[in-house]
């Protein structure tokens, strides 16, 4: 049975920094794209960033403040987010997407993924 597992939100002010984590169990990461998700009130879901084997991708709104890393051994993918700004509240939700294949997270095409957790709360907020 796969699971995925995301932790680390919270309440953060502008300008600070959170690390999220993904726990997968029942898949081998190097066999699967994993994307982190976001989902604001009111707004649509959204790929901020997809982890291949061999690339990592970040959407235009968080290139260059987030970065994307994942530990093989211990089945985990973390997002580590800098310079958080108020428009960065939202769920965030870790994805696993088959196949040898990104092209659904890239394009947030969220029924595409095969694998969800259920999401931590991030809060921006002074």
């Known amino acids: 049975q796969v699971q995925l597992v995301e932790s680390g939100g919270g309440l953060v002010q502008p300008g600070g920094s959170l690390t999220l984590s993904c726990v997968a169990s029942?898949?081998?990461?190097?066999?699967?794209?994993i994307g982190w998700f976001r989902q604001a009130p009111g707004k649509l879901r959204e790929a901020v960033s997809c982890l291949s084997s061999i690339r990592a991708y970040y959407s235009d709104s968080v290139k260059g403040r987030f970065t994307v890393s994942r530990d093989n051994a211990n089945n985990t993918v973390f997002l580590q987010m800098n310079s958080l700004e108020t428009e960065d509240t939202a769920v965030y939700y870790c994805?696993?997407?088959?196949?040898?294949?990104?092209?659904?997270?890239?394009?947030?095409?969220?029924?595409?993924?095969?694998?969800w957790g259920k999401g931590t709360p991030v809060t921006v907020s002074s």
């Open positions: 029942g898949l081998t990461l190097d066999y699967y794209t």
């Open positions: 994805a696993a997407e088959g196949g040898g294949s990104s092209f659904y997270c890239q394009n947030s095409l969220t029924y595409g993924l095969n694998y």
